[in-house]
């Protein structure tokens, strides 16, 4: 019965705080379930956050450009780990923009030097804290995507992400927009359990649509 539950084995994963191999067996599982294929861990010493990994996809390099806003602020730790989430979609065709939102640590530092490797990334560089909506908003004006979407800057992706949610669009045209679910994990890999919505809940942030089709009528975000 549990093997019928998605959400059941990111419970049992947390029963695996020093063991690599079952909490995979587990958060796999959970994957599996969805339709998504598996993940993996990098070597290393790292907590399970910043070893998350996936390979051995197939890629699609044709189809309509996404535009991927990641905005940031004094975000170090993680926008190293979010980046390689980005640029490990097996959609292809995106450009990620990071807005840096005047931080005062190595954040643009680590930006320039993924742009140094991938020329799909470009870095806005706000000159005061503008919070995030007025970033995205810079980065919405300057997006050249037919689709838009956004990835914070301490999440990571599951590879197939931005693939599942343009399809879901391309197949049905009325579809105006498509999201994604989310869950929180903690850096050693224990996942958290909300009351009222399990481990599993809708994720907003990811929404993914037509720029042509709504910039129009709905302009920026609120800011």
């Avoid at 419970?11 to 690599?20: G, Q």
């Avoid at 070893?51 to 004094?74: E, Q, W």
């Avoid at 399809?167 to 105006?176: I, R």
């Amino acid at each position: 019965m549990h093997a019928q539950t998605p959400v059941v084995n990111l419970a049992l994963a947390n029963t695996c705080s020093h063991e690599d191999s079952q909490w995979l067996k587990y958060v796999n599982s959970f994957f599996s379930l969805q339709e998504s294929g598996p993940i993996s861990l990098l070597d290393g010493d790292s907590k399970r956050f910043f070893r998350l990994d996936a390979d051995g996809y197939s890629t699609f390099s044709g189809g309509p450009k996404i535009s991927v806003i990641m905005t940031a602020h004094n975000m170090e730790q993680y926008i190293g780990t979010a980046i390689r989430s980005a640029l490990s979609q097996t959609w292809k065709n995106f450009e990620l923009l990071v807005v840096d939102d005047l931080s005062t640590d190595h954040t643009r530092q680590i930006v320039r030097k993924f742009m140094s490797l991938d020329d799909r990334i470009k870095l806005i560089e706000n000159n005061r804290n503008c919070g995030t909506y007025v970033s995205r908003n810079k980065a919405y004006d300057i997006a050249s995507g037919r689709f838009i979407t956004c990835h914070d800057s301490d999440d990571w992706a599951h590879p197939k992400k931005l693939e599942l949610q343009i399809h879901a669009l391309l197949k049905n045209p009325d579809a105006v927009s498509s999201t994604s679910h989310w869950v929180r994990m903690h850096e050693n890999g224990r996942f958290a359990f909300y009351k009222a919505a399990a481990y599993q809940r809708r994720n907003y942030n990811s929404l993914m649509f037509e720029k042509s089709r709504i910039k129009p009528v709905l302009g920026y975000w609120d800011s």
